[in-house]
């Protein structure tokens, strides 16, 4: 626009030299401030960016579905990507899944399952996770952008990490 504004401008051929120089300054700074703006990432999603603060600060899904080191520390790049829980229930719990999958990029789960999962603790088709993942009840809206961010995480090198809810029978209880 203001390279255009500029190209215009010096073409009805004004003659003032320091006029000139003066819009073809301001052009140049224009058309900087442009291709600084236009190498930016796109402005990001406020529905994942909703739903990265659900998971990262809220509901800390990455406790359990991210693996972590011997010092405990979340194993950078592996986000959301699936891990063996580090933990056992100390009374007998025949349905306990040892592994949280894999949920970067949801790669088992439709964006649909996911939300009712998440929002009625149970997929479309009645079936619920295992424990020790939680039955959370959140908002339509927010396991909506809780979805949206995990689908715009890149999934695991092992997809098949872990069974996932999907793959068993509806618990009875
Ligand atoms: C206390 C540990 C724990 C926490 C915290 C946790 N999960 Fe889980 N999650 C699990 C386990 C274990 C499973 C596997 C359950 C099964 O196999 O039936 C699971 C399963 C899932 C599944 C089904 C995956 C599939 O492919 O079938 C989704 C989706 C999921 N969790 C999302 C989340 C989200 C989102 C959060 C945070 C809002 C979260 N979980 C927090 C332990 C956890």
Known sequence: MIGLAVDIFISQKRTD???????????LIGLLVLC??????????????????????????GDCHTPHDEQGEPIAGQKLQG????????????????????????????AGDAVA?????????????????????LTRQDAEAVVSYLRSLPAGADKKAGKGTTSVEPPNR
Do not use: H, N, Q
């Open 117 to 137: 999962l998440l929002s009625t603790g149970e997929t479309t088709k009645g079936i619920r996770s295992r424990p020790p993942m939680p039955a959370y009840r």
């Open 83 to 110: 891990a063996a829980l580090a933990f056992e229930p100390t009374v007998p719990v025949p349905i306990w899944a040892a592994t949280a999958p894999g949920i970067a990029g949801l790669p088992r789960l439709s």
């Open 17 to 27: 030299p320091m006029l000139k120089t003066c819009v073809a300054t301001v052009g």
């Open 36 to 61: 600084w703006a236009g190498d930016r990432p796109p402005a990001s999603d406020p529905k994942i960016e909703r739903g990265k603060y659900l998971i990262d600060k809220v509901a800390l899904c």
